[in-house]
């Protein structure tokens, strides 16, 4: 009998997590310099959580959770976002109060749940590296989060992007919206897809977001819902335009754009990619937006209900590099491999290989007993600069031999000089 792993999920090894651990680290330099702290939340939260904060009528709720009654009978699911839990902590653990940093600011990054079909960039558990402000109303706090998108993409090289922004609007344009829309759409209910069908009276935004074709030349010629923003909702969104002017940030404003969960209202954006090797198509590469009124709903103060969050998929951020033809950094070599022959050297390979790490190098031994040739040709493989070699007759003199490998010079040094200047006699020999 053997294993694999279940549908939709991943094993990620070396050759790939190097990718991983490369972004996920300039991830973290960048949001440092926004001054963003890492929030980690649990992998699986009370039911409510999820659907209160991210929507009934979500795809996410009614058919992509990854939900189950623990042993106690709890109602449980892997979280499939990252944004409702993190309001829920914001909440449970006052991070309003005035010891927290105000807005509250922080980032994320970590597997996330959704039963989705499984196929090329749609996992079951996929990778999220996201950012939430709770408790700021100003509009220059969604151009920051932004930016922060932005500005993560420039540090990894990618080029070809584009912003996307519109506007939801505040609760009561979007209200109003929702019902011209459906008037819109309701002459024309048989025509529509059975997806969008279903969508109309429940979610009707959502119908805007439809790739099916039949949906098409409504969505086209749909109400704008930039004609349905009052004064309040105009007013931020222009204020949103004005700084993101004054930074001479590109976009495109596409009033069709609205996002798959509820929350959100007045600012949403996409970052898009059309990099050479999406042959054409745009794949968004990071989503987010303002969702004003979350934190009231899952039972936190209305002083400051107020946020501004993204997320983007790690693997499609990798995905896209590998599209721009991006180099990333690769598995480090070794500095020192210590080739031990015949198992009375085991002991002082043990403990050379141990000086070499405590001296700060990545260094590795032989473990199998095998012979020279082989022991050197693993060392070749793992691209090893320095080689010490220790044969029983330099363990009886006192001395192990030291090749550089790059230039195969080859010197002798007392087993007592290498373990007071392991460092040194490296750093030297390097260079010989
Ligand atoms: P889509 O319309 O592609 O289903 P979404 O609206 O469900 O996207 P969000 O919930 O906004 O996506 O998540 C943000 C990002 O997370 C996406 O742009 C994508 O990169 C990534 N993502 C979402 N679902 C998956 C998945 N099943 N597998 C891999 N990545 C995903
Ligand atoms: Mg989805």
Known sequence: ??????????????????KWQYVEAVARDVFEKYDFHEIRTPIFEHIEVISRGVGGTTDIVTKEMYDFHDKGNRHITLRPEGT???????????????????????????????????QSGRLRQFHQIGMEVIG??????????????????KRLGV??????????????????????????????????SEDSQRRLHDNPLRVLDSKDEKDQKFVQAAPSILDYLDEESHQ???????????????????????????????????????APGFNGALTTICAGGRYD???????????HDSGFGFALGLERAIITMEAEELEFPTVKPLDVYVVGLGEATSIESLKLVQAARYAGLISERDYLNRKAKT?????????????????????????????????GTEITVSLAEMYQDFAGIYQKQLNA
């Open 293 to 303: 009124g979350l934190v009231t709903e899952l039972g936190g103060p209305t002083s």
């Open 375 to 407: 022991q050197f040709k693993s060392a070749n493989k793992q691209k090893a600069k320095i080689v010490l070699v220790l044969g029983e007759d330099e363990l009886a003199q006192g001395i192990v031999k030291v090749k550089t490998m790059a230039t």
């Open 236 to 274: 931020f969104f222009e204020e949103v335009k004005v700084l993101l002017d004054a930074l001479e940030v590109d976009y495109v404003i596409d009033h069709r754009m609205v996002r798959g969960l509820d929350y959100y209202n007045h600012t949403v954006f996409e970052l898009m990619s059309n």
């Open 84 to 118: 409702a839990p993190l309001v829920r902590a914001y909440v449970e653990h006052k991070f309003f109060g005035p010891e927290h940093q105000n807005p509250f600011k922080t980032f994320y990054i970590g597997p996330m749940f959704r039963y989705e079909r499984p």
């Open 1 to 18: 009998m053997s294993y694999q792993k279940p549908k939709g999920t991943t094993d990620i090894y070396t050759g790939e997590i190097e």
């Open 159 to 192: 080029k070809h992007t584009k912003l996307v922004i519109n506007s939801l609007g505040n609760i009561e344009s979007r209200k109003i919206y929702r019902q011209a829309l459906i008037d819109y759409l309701e002459p024309h209910f048989e025509e529509l």
């Open 136 to 153: 700021s109303k100003n509009p220059a706090t969604d151009v920051e989060g932004i930016l922060v998108a932005l500005d993560f993409y």
